[in-house]
């Protein structure tokens, strides 16, 4: 039995819309989400979906990727702080590496993440693309 693929679509919904969290005592906001909050110890959080645009704050170039993203060379991951001030890594896709730059506008798209082997299952997820 493949637990990956279940545990994936019991969450499934949270990888489609970026959903996190938010601390009802003193209003901080995570993603992925936490179970006590980080800045006043609160264990009162309530889902909130992310917001799905920001800026790339730092980025770097693969090469050499692990197995099952071959097609995906060269793959670009980078950290992305939302409008909330959250930060997120994702991979940045539709733009040519050479083109991206610290401080690039970013919005959210769905996509395809990879493929399994032999089992055929596919994973979709968000990922980011240049505004």
Do not use: H
């Not at 889902?47 to 090469?63: F, S």
């Not at 997120?88 to 993440?113: C, H, N, W, Y």
Request: with cysteine.
């Amino acid at each position: 039995m493949n637990y990956v693929a279940i545990s994936y679509w019991r969450r499934r919904d949270r990888y489609y819309r970026l959903v996190g969290n938010r601390c009802s005592s003193c209003g901080s906001e995570y993603y992925p989400p936490i179970y006590i909050c980080r800045r006043c110890g609160s264990e009162s959080l309530v889902d909130v979906e992310m917001p799905n645009t920001g800026q790339v704050v730092t980025y770097t170039i693969l090469r050499e990727v692990m197995a099952g993203f071959e097609g995906q060379q060269p793959l670009v991951l980078g950290i992305i702080r939302l409008e909330n001030g959250v930060k997120v890594l994702g991979q940045i896709v539709d733009t040519p590496p050479e083109a991206l730059r610290t401080g690039s506008r970013v919005k959210m798209v769905f996509r395809k993440i990879r493929e399994e082997g032999e089992a055929g299952q596919i994973y979709y997820g968000y990922k980011f693309t240049t505004l």
